[in-house]
Each structure stands twice: as C-alpha cells, then as structure tokens.
C-alpha cells in the first residue's frame, strides 16, 4: 500500500461525532450557552451518512421533554417536525388466530402515550441540523470517522474523518484522500448503538468494567402511504406476542402520522438479540407479523415507501458504561439510554447530549482540555435519564429469563413497585452474557419455515433493500471485517447453521456451494445497511463493523 501522506488538521472547541438526536443536541446546546456567554467556540458535528438524516429512517413515538428542555416554545413554530399527538393508544396481544387488547390493565403514567408525539425521526433530526446551522455549528455531512486520535498522554484529541479513494485491493485511487485530522478540546460521541469508534473507546479506557454485558434489539420498519379509511391520526398500537415464542423476546409497534398532509403509517418490528435459535430469521418473523389481521386491516390498499433496520440499545440501567473519559465522553444511544418497556430512546439521547454539552462548555470556559469530565457523569446520576432507566431496570432480565407470558407481568409488577415506593424486591437483575453468547447450536433446533411473501403485505429482503437506496462505492475495501475465515466456518456454519444469513436484515452474507461442494461465505457489503446486528450477534465476535467511505449506506426519504 503506498504511505499515507501527512494528514491536515483543523481544530475546534468541541468536536461531536455522530449527526443524530444526541449529537446534534449537544451541538445545539454548546452553541446556546456560548452565545449566551458572548464567546465565540467552535464545534463541529461528523456525520457518516450523506446528508443529516440519511441513515435515519422515520417512525417514532416521541417523548418531547427532550425537545422542550433544548428548544423551549418549539411547539408553537410553523416548522417544528413533530405535530400529530398520539390521541389513542392500544397495548395488544397476539396469538397465531387472534389477539387479546391490553390497554385495560393498570400501567405507570410512563408507559402512556399520551402527551407524546408520532412522527418522522428523520425529518427532527433533519430539523435538528438546521437549528445547529443556524446556531453557526459547522455540520459536515458525507464524512465518516474512521480513526481516534490521541495526545501524547493517552488522552482522544480528535477523530480522523474523510478518508477516500481507497481500492478494494487496499491500493490508493486516482481519487485518494488521506482525510483530515478534526482536532477538540474535547470529543463527544453519539454514533447511536454499537458505534464502530465507540467500542474502540470502551475497550481502551475500560468503560464497561463493573457493568452488565450491552444487550441489543433489532428494529426493522416499514413505512406505507395508507389510505384515509385505513388512518386513524395519533393512534399507537403495542403489540407482543406472536409471531414470536415465549422464550423470544420482542414486539411491534404502528404509529399514524401525517407528513405534508399525506397519512403514514409506520410499521415496526423488534427482536431481541438475546435470541438462541439460530435458524430464526427476524426479517421472516417482521413479515409474516404483517399479515395478521390486528395489523393487515391497516396496511391493505396501502403502498410501502420505505424499509430500514438499526440495532437499539436495550441493556438498560445496568449497562450503561463509564461515560467520560480523558479528552471526551458517550452521549446518546451509544452509551444505552434507550427505555426498553417504553421504545423510546430518543428524548434521553437529547438530553444526555445537553448534558455533555453543558460539561464540556463549563471545563473550556474554566481553561480546561482533554480532562475527565465527571460533571457529566454526575449531572448524569443525578438526572431524569438515570430515574427513569433505574424504575425499569429489573424488565429486560425478567423478560430474558422467564420468557414473555410470565416475565413481562412481572416486569410489569417491578415497574408499579419502583414508580410507587422507589425500590424493587428484586434488588438489581442482571444481564448473565452477550447477546453473542446467547445462540446455541443448530443441532438443538429445527429450521424454520417460512412463508414466501406475496408481494402485496410481505416482501423478499432484496426487494425491500432497494428501499433503502443504499449505495457503497463498490471499488473500496469491504467494511465488514472477518477475523478468522477458517472459524467462521467451522464455528459459524458447521455449528450454528450460518445465522449470519438470517440475522442480517439486508442480504449482506450467504454461505455459497462451489463446484467443489465446499461453502464459501460470500459477504454482499454493497447491501449494507449500517444496523449493526452482525458485529453484534457472530457467535464468535469474528465480525467487526467498520465505516465505509462517508456517504456510503442508506439514504433514507424524508417520510
């Protein structure tokens, strides 16, 4: 491979990786306090998708306090993103003929829906990116974060971002580009679930240590265009159940909203990763899910706009590293704010993102760089984001151990407890393994069968993946990386069946027959659609995610 040659660099007061919720509120809130001070600082936010919001597909029931504590009478603005409120709000649940309505039984005033707000999580963050411009935030989209940089102490001082033109053969293009050095007093993080530079972080600075394992879900969505008989504006619907057993956990969730007049619906699908069957596919089970009558009815005459699929966060209390670090800190859904019994992730990666922001703004104000910064981690412990995980903690490990007919209404029994009286009988559950360490062998199962799709509710993952309109400049190294080729079939394949072919929700992998009759694994990366789930799932941990070219992945529409 030729030298790279030296990289340029450019510094600012804060550099914030990740263009999402999280990201984007920090940016938000450190040019606020700034302004406010008159001092002029600099912050940047890096962003891997094309455009602010590409890699963000719609759909979402939002608590707006994260919204209201950061932007304070958006409500009342001609432009806000957010403006159908959730007006009825079902709890369902299903069997393979039929389904039983829920929303009867007493639940905390949280696990309501009331008071939240359907809509596009694209078009906020869309709408979030504008707010930071307008602050004077430089927002640098189609730049990919590839590389940490430290100072001589150890301490992160910046990302490297923006690399390109490198062939698959690893040999630099006529169109190289070493990419450029982003250098910061301090450096947040907010690359969402499983972030290729956050885990690098844990791993260093021993973030995790005294923690439960990460747990992750799988959210796959759908967005159709319906017709108006078919809506029913504000209306939310919950539902757990089948198609999966008792002993996996998930659920589903629609949500009606218009955008531009147009009536939507988004329909969603979780897996928990904690799953041990590898023969089930949480695609199948996201479509077959559809043809159920208590979902069907909704969809029919309508016209699917939109597919996508991204890991969530689903450790919970338990599971949320060490925050700060020398020279940055975790915000948002990287670190694991996400309300499991809630699906709700994004008010909490707003106001974490406040949070670090409002660190990092006070440590440069009193001459500070490249410290710890324990007042996040404090005004942390001391915040809603914690409260509300700590009442919830103990779901997620009773769902896990004694599958979903009896552990959710324990859970359920753990939340009235901990809302009402401040403590639980169960002290603090605990996550036992990775979600990884959770598949067990093939021999132990039966493979599945699934329904082929009619095209009409139900689709072929391919045909879906066009949805996405997702691009990879095909002539670059391929991001996915397998450690060890030789174990990921003798392991992967010869123990587990190949899963990767099932848990992959875009087509990436497929074990392939040569002429020999031996298996190939043949990795699809330009199908990549960045949910994580791979890197996050390998029995063996012998697949590592890393970025792409920036721009690269999915672009999602702004519905």
């Not at 009478?73 to 039983?100: C, M």
């Not at 043809?291 to 338990?318: M, N, P, W």
């Not at 559950?429 to 009409?456: C, M, Q, W």
Request: charged share 20%; hydrophobic share 35%; with cysteine.
């Amino acid at each position: 491979m030729a030298e790279t040659p030296e990289r340029e660099s450019m510094e600012f007061d804060l550099v914030i990786v990740g263009g999402g919720p999280a990201g984007l509120s920090a940016a938000i809130r450190f040019k606020q306090l700034a302004n406010e001070a008159g001092e002029d600082l600099s912050v940047v936010v890096i962003e891997k998708g094309g455009e602010i919001g590409a890699h963000i597909l719609s759909g979402v029931v939002m608590d707006p306090v994260g919204l209201d504590a950061l932007l304070p009478g958006w409500r009342e603005r001609d432009d806000r993103p957010l403006k159908t409120e959730v007006t009825d709000d079902k709890f369902i649940f299903l069997g393979p003929n039929g389904a039983a309505d829920i929303s009867w039984l007493p639940m905390p005033d949280f696990m309501k829906n009331h008071g939240n707000y359907t809509g596009s999580l694209a078009n906020v963050t869309r709408w979030l990116g504008t707010e930071a411009e307008n602050l004077g935030v430089e927002v640098f989209p189609g730049f990919a974060a590839s590389e940490l940089v430290y100072d001589e102490k150890g301490a992160v001082k910046g990302i490297v971002a923006g690399v390109m033109g490198i062939g698959m053969d690893g040999e630099h293009k006529a169109d190289y580009q070493p990419g450029m050095e982003l250098l910061g007093k301090y450096v947040l993080f907010a690359e969402g679930a499983r972030g290729s530079l956050t885990k690098q972080l844990i791993k260093k600075f021993k973030l995790d240590e005294g923690r439960d394992p990460q747990k992750y879900g799988i959210g796959l969505k759908e967005v159709w265009s319906v017709p108006e008989e078919n809506f029913k504006e504000g209306y939310v619907q919950h539902t757990m159940g089948w198609p999966l057993d008792n002993k996996t956990g998930g659920g589903s969730f629609l949500y009606h909203f218009r955008d531009n007049g147009e009536p939507f619906i988004t329909v969603g699908f979780v897996v928990h990763l904690n799953y041990a069957n590898p023969y089930l596919s949480p695609y199948d089970e996201f479509q077959r899910f559809k043809h159920h009558d208590s979902v069907s009815h909704f969809l029919k005459g309508g016209k699917r706009v939109a597919y996508g699929a991204r890991a969530i966060t689903e450790g919970g209390f338990q599971s949320v590293p060490k925050l700060a670090f020398p020279g940055g800190a975790l915000i948002g859904c990287g670190a694991g704010f996400v309300n499991v019994p809630r699906i709700k992730g994004s008010h909490n990666a707003i106001l974490t993102g406040m949070m670090g922001a409002e660190a990092a703004f006070e440590a440069i104000r009193e001459g500070r760089t490249a410290d710890v910064l324990t007042n996040y981690e404090d005004a942390y412990h001391g915040s809603s984001v914690y409260k509300e995980l700590k009442t919830v903690r103990n779901v997620k490990p009773l769902w896990s151990k004694l599958g979903t007919a009896i552990g959710i209404p324990m859970g359920g029994l753990d939340m009235w407890v901990n809302s009402l009286f401040g403590f639980s009988f169960f002290g603090t559950l605990h996550h036992g393994k990775s979600d990884a360490e959770s598949l067990k062998p093939a021999k132990n199962f039966k493979p599945i069968d699934y329904p082929k799709p009619d095209g009409v509710l139900s689709f072929d993952k391919l045909t879906n993946v066009s949805f996405t309109n997702t691009f990879h400049e095909e002539d670059q190294p391929v991001h996915l990386k397998v450690a060890d080729l030789a174990l990921q079939k003798s392991s992967e394949y010869d123990v587990f069946a190949g899963p990767s072919q099932r848990y992959c929700p875009a087509g990436v992998y497929e074990w392939v027959t040569e002429d020999s009759g031996s298996m190939r694994f043949q990795i699809n990366a330009q199908n990549c659609i960045h949910c994580k789930t791979c890197d996050i799932k390998d029995p063996n941990q012998n697949i590592n995610w890393t970025v792409p070219e920036g721009g690269g992945g999915p672009a999602y529409p702004n519905t």
